[in-house]
């Protein structure tokens, strides 16, 4: 899949024309039809324009990762001292056998958590 292919998803699944695109971007309809067929690329401010309207980071855009990506998302807070960016920051910080264990924990947590929501269910049935 190439950068055109990417953008020609993007816009196909949010039920778009190229010229409802084209005039989004405020480009012609000819250079929508460009970028998907990989004729031309867009210069960094379209592609900024892109990436927001779709709501998909550049890399993803230019195919430097699959992963797809609101980046808002990132800034998301966790807690009041984390954000989402700062918790894949500090796991990346952790050598390989602690996140290991990290993510051990999380499983824990998650059949735990999985537990409390199964008694409670239960509770509530004993008492009607």
Do not use: W
């Amino acid at each position: 899949m190439h950068f055109g292919d990417r953008i020609k998803e993007l816009r196909i699944e949010r039920n778009l024309q190229q010229k409802d695109l084209a005039a989004l971007m405020n480009v012609s309809i000819g250079t929508i039809s460009n970028y998907e067929n990989n004729v031309h690329v867009p210069d960094y401010k379209t592609l900024n324009k892109l990436a927001d309207y779709f709501k998909v980071t550049t890399d993803y855009l230019l195919k430097r990762t699959s992963y797809r990506l609101d980046p808002s998302t990132l800034n998301q807070p966790l807690t009041n001292d984390y954000t989402a960016a700062d918790l894949v920051n500090t796991t990346l910080s952790l050598t390989q056998d602690d996140r290991n264990d990290l993510i051990k924990y999380l499983n824990m947590l998650r059949i735990c958590n999985d537990h409390k929501e199964t008694d409670i269910k239960a509770d509530v049935k004993k008492k009607k």
